[in-house]
């Protein structure tokens, strides 16, 4: 069964603050991607790593970098985070086109 | 680049009749279209995919036709019960990994 962890559940941030949310998969997958969800908006790619150390934006990277040090993690930070990225952060790694999600961190900014 | 367009985003119906979800897709490339559930508080899962060289596949009460000259792919689910309710999202991608998203559908079903 594969499994997809992320840090926090629920995280609340002050605005300026520099904020990690990490997520861990155990099954040695390639592939990870961070999303965030936002109502009537769906899942949007934020970015997305194909191997260790590489890192390809997706379609909303402004205010976000990524790091993959190991094939297992795949971190996400916002820099300096601001009250726009409160919201719901979704990790996810794949396989063969299905995609493993992890259970979300809903990070709210102050 | 590839955009996923999905209505409705709400459909309420009641238990026993039939749902439909339709999604567009721009890229004409895109070969793989699978839709994911999540429920509420939950995680996505996928559900039930199709591939380019197929019409229609079927996985008990559900499933999803797809129409490449029109570029649009739908889900059907039959028979619909209170544990269907949730959010649907579909989704379109080429030979990657990386999925497209449509917005998400609600859909509630009343006993």
């Known amino acids: 069964d594969v499994k997809v962890t992320q840090s926090s559940r629920y995280l609340v941030k002050r605005t300026g603050e520099k904020v990690f949310l990490e997520c861990v998969q155990d099954m040695d997958h390639e592939n990870m991607f961070w999303y965030r969800q936002d109502p009537g908006l769906g899942l949007r790619l934020i970015y997305f790593?194909?191997?260790?150390?590489?890192?390809e934006k997706g379609d909303i990277p402004e205010g976000y970098s990524v790091s993959r040090e190991k094939k297992e993690r795949f971190s996400l930070i916002l820099e300096s985070a601001s009250t726009n990225q409160t919201s719901m952060y979704l990790c996810?790694?794949?396989?063969?086109?299905?995609?493993?999600f992890g259970p979300g961190t809903r990070l709210t900014v102050l | 680049g590839e955009n996923v367009e999905q209505h409705p985003s709400t459909l309420s119906v009641q238990e026993g009749d039939s749902a439909v979800i339709k999604c567009t897709y721009s890229d004409s490339a895109s070969n793989y279209f699978p839709w994911y559930k999540q429920e509420l508080g939950k995680r996505p899962q996928l559900i039930i995919d199709i591939r380019s060289n197929v019409g229609e596949k079927k996985d008990q009460r559900i499933a999803v036709t797809l129409n490449k000259t029109a570029k649009h792919f739908s889900l059907h689910i039959t028979e619909t019960q209170p544990e269907d309710s949730a959010v649907y999202f579909c989704a379109a991608s080429y030979n990657t990994d990386k999925l497209i998203f449509g917005t998400g559908t609600r859909l509630q079903v009343f006993p």
């Open positions: 790593s194909y191997d260790v150390k590489m890192k």
């Open positions: 996810a790694s794949s396989f063969l086109n299905e995609q493993f």
